[in-house]
């Protein structure tokens, strides 16, 4: 078996091998294995040091930063509170220096006391309860050899872990399902003892030995879960429950937060009293020596057992599942069930989970329960995309301005004081945020911090440029000083000044009013560049001598951006001046090497064209994109680009046909739209498992290609010939395979089936 050797994070101690109580469904006890029959009845002085000794190697080698060591039986609490501590002094100085040492134990309860939890108080060592719910439900299975209720005893444990001096050591409650059973009875029963954690469990079978189902239902074990999903959310999730955290975790995309679901690798391993080393111990299901693996704390590492082969195929993720499983779509929330439920004698474990029909209902009966609330509003929404996007933004300053703690020194400081001022008393932040290579910039300082570069502090006084164009959009009289370069000042979202004469460095104070602004730089007189107070898309600049002004052509001195006002895209910026604009993978054509007139021609022929053959795309497209840089393309159009940035900006060689530039605008659109989904929303897990046929390429892909391959086609074949015949057919095929991956989250499969929408419309 291929791939790194996964180390273990949780080891799970057998401390005593007996039972106080005879639960008739205990897997150790009623199941295959009958080894405990064999094993001494308390762990050894010896075995607990090889045990603490041999953890402590573990950690060592694998530098894991923490361990987590449940101590568990039969009943630990019948080892004594003696050995208890015994086991936990050695533990903890073992790991002492090594790594964070997480201490459980897993009773029954009934000889829980406070001396016990005293000790337990010591070593931190949290206590989880087993405990079935009301009384009835608990009888059916949790009694004494001779009949007798245990359910007084473990109210009467619970009690004692409620008060205040123990009650940090509570961990929650275990409870093994049985359908039989009221689950709301069972429920409501668990959350009166106001658990800081439940856990549900299914009762371990295999296909050889079934679970029970009373009614026959397929789905009994899913209908009863349910039941208590729809008691949990009406109550507002009011304690956590691990089996529906899971579930919901998977379903946004993140891992799966129990071995019994999901396909996260195995990375627990069993001590038994006499020291041998075992697989999970649910294994004792299946047959007898399932869970041996020949190994024993005495002789061997736990990196050997890590490399047992049984241990291993516990490991595979997707591809240490069935054939039925790998093509299921809820395989990632319930990877194929937990291990032990999928054996059969006829060929092993290479089987469904005897459990499939109702972890199949579980995971899709969550999943419709909570769609809604779980799709991101950035999927349905264009109005929620810009307003994510922009926060992200925001995000991304705050964090800057935390990492660089102190070493931007009194400039950064200034500046950061003086973005406050502007947000408080004017739109002009809101609007720089919303500026597209505002996060470029970002982007270049956190790496430039991050990676311990000289230049990171210098990177981030750019912030007063930002500061200043805010002010000068808000039409605020307030002074800032921005650093020039080259003999030039940079307003981001404006344009650019040239400085005559001030040399290749300097600091100008721009100062804002209501129509225009004014540059001061020491040692020379004053420019001030006049606005059109609609779009800031006329300029022209002064410098004063004396009293007087003498005017000069603004392209002497002052270069705006190029603004154009089409038809329904009134807020479009030609964006060729921006420092930050460099983010593409073609190379940004300067000003000058091209016929700006003759662009904006072209550009407004291409957007007829777009109004006319998708009106609803092209309405979101004027509402979201807002600037174009030209790139300098030798084969016209060019493929656009979209680049290290945030949401609104496209690299586009404008040349060619206003067909060709149409198809390119919406291309990259839709390119641009899908990188800010994901910025902002989990479409898809992040796992790598599955590759997908595509369509337009030989080889298979991951799920991210052949989503922006279908985003991208569906949105291209509504302007039928024009881009080419076959992206409507290669959508459908796409979106096919989409619909069925295990890959998706609710958010992704809620803009499959928007895609699926516009398909048909299209």
């Known amino acids: 078996m291929t791939g790194p050797l996964v180390p273990f994070r949780e080891i799970v101690l057998k401390v005593h091998s007996r039972c106080d109580l005879a639960c008739d469904h205990c897997y150790i006890y009623e199941h295959a294995d009958q080894s405990w029959r064999t094993r001494p009845k308390a762990i050894s002085d010896e075995a607990i040091s090889w045990t603490a000794l041999r953890l402590a190697e ?11 060591v449940i101590l568990h039986g039969g009943e630990p609490l019948l080892a004594g509170p003696a050995r208890l501590r015994r086991i936990c002094e050695e533990l903890t100085g073992a790991l002492d220096s090594v790594a964070d040492l997480d201490l459980r134990i897993h009773t029954n309860g009934l000889q829980l006391s406070p001396r016990y939890l005293d000790l337990f108080g010591e070593y931190d060592v949290k206590v989880g309860i087993s405990l079935d719910g009301d009384r009835g439900a608990n009888d ?72 029970a189902r009373p009614d026959g239902s397929p789905t009994a074990y899913a209908d009863w879960i349910l039941a208590i999903f729809d008691r949990w959310e009406a109550q507002g999730r009011n304690v956590p429950v691990r089996l ?33 080393l075992e697989q999970v111990d649910s294994l004792k299901s299946a047959y007898e020596g399932a869970a041996a693996t020949g190994f024993d704390v005495f002789a061997h590492s736990f990196d050997e057992v890590a490399a047992h082969p049984g241990v291993r195929a516990r490991q595979l993720g997707l591809a240490g599942v069935s054939e039925t499983c790998r093509q299921c779509p809820v395989v990632r929330s319930c990877g194929g069930g937990l291990y032990t439920h999928r054996y059969r004698s006829a060929n092993d474990f290479d089987n469904t989970s005897v459990y499939c029909t109702d972890l199949e209902a579980l995971i899709l009966g969550i999943e419709q329960r909570t769609a809604a609330a779980m799709v991101s509003p950035a999927v349905t929404d264009p109005g929620a995309l810009l307003f994510l996007q922009q926060d992200l933004t925001r995000t991304m300053l705050a964090d800057l301005h935390q990492e660089l703690d102190g ?44 990676e311990g570069r000289p230049e ?41 000044l040239r400085l005559d004469g001030v040399g290749a460095y300097c600091e100008a104070e721009v100062r804002g009013s209501e129509k225009a602004f004014q540059v001061r730089v ?24 004396g009293a007087d002004a003498t005017r ?25 001046i921006d420092p930050y604009r460099d983010c593409f993978e073609g190379a940004v054509q300067e000003r000058g090497q091209s016929d700006e007139a003759a662009r904006a021609t072209l550009l407004t022929e291409a957007w007829a064209l777009l109004r006319a053959g998708v009106p609803e795309q092209a309405a979101e497209l004027a509402g979201s994109l807002t600037t174009l840089t030209p790139l300098a393309s030798a084969e016209p159009p060019g493929e656009p680009s979209v680049g290290r940035h945030a949401y609104g900006a496209l690299g586009l060689a404008l040349r060619g046909t206003p067909a060709d530039v149409a198809t390119a605008l919406l291309r990259g659109f839709r390119q641009a ?28 892909v991951p799920v991210s290609e052949l989503l922006a391959g279908a985003y991208e086609r569906v949105g291209l074949a509504a302007l039928g010939p024009a881009a080419g015949g076959v992206e409507q057919e290669q959508a459908g095929q796409a979106l096919r395979t989409l619909e069925r991956t295990a890959e998706l989250t609710v958010s992704g499969r809620r803009l499959v089936a928007d895609l699926r929408e516009q398909a048909g419309r299209g």
């Open 522 to 545: 020491r040692g020379h007189e004053p420019w001030t560049v006049r606005l059109n107070e609609a779009a800031h898309t006329e300029a022209t600049c002064a410098e004063a001598t």
């Open 552 to 576: 000069v052509e603004a392209t002497r001195a002052w270069r705006p951006v190029q603004r154009l006002a089409l038809d329904g895209w009134p807020g479009l910026v030609i964006d060729d």
């Open 244 to 276: 529906f955290e899971s579930v919901l975790s998977t379903l946004g995309g993140g891992p799966s937060l129990t071995e019994s679901l999901g396909l996260a690798p195995t990375d627990l391993v069993v001590v038994e009293t006499d020291g041998t």
């Open 407 to 450: 070493r931007g020194g009194a400039a950064w400081q200034t500046a950061w004081e003086l973005a406050s001022a502007v947000e408080r008393t004017s739109d002009g932040l809101d609007e720089i945020c919303a500026h597209p290579y505002t996060r470029t910039w970002l982007h270049t300082c956190l790496d430039a911090l991050r």
């Open 456 to 496: 990171a502090p210098q990177l981030a006084r750019r912030l007063s440029s930002y500061v200043a164009a805010a002010a000068v959009r808000g039409g605020l009289d307030l002074p800032v000083l921005v650093d020039c370069h080259d003999g030039r000042l940079r307003l981001p979202t404006l344009g650019e």
């Open 673 to 700: 739209t899908l990188q800010a989904l994901s910025q902002v929303a989990d479409l898809y897990a992040q796992d790598g498992w599955w590759r997908h046929p595509a369509p337009w390429q030989h080889e298979p």
């Open 140 to 211: 059916r299975h949790r009694r004494f050899a001779d009949g007798r209720t245990s359910h007084p005893l473990v109210l009467k444990a619970v009690d004692l872990l409620r008060q205040e001096q123990y009650r940090h050591l509570y961990l929650g409650l275990l409870c093994t399902i049985d359908v039989a059973n009221d689950p709301i009875a069972v429920y409501d029963a668990l959350t009166e003892l106001d658990p800081p954690r439940i856990d549900f469990l299914l009762p371990h079978a295999t296909w050889d030995d079934p679970p």
């Open 58 to 68: 573990h950690a060592k080698s694998h530098a894991l930063p923490s361990v987590s």
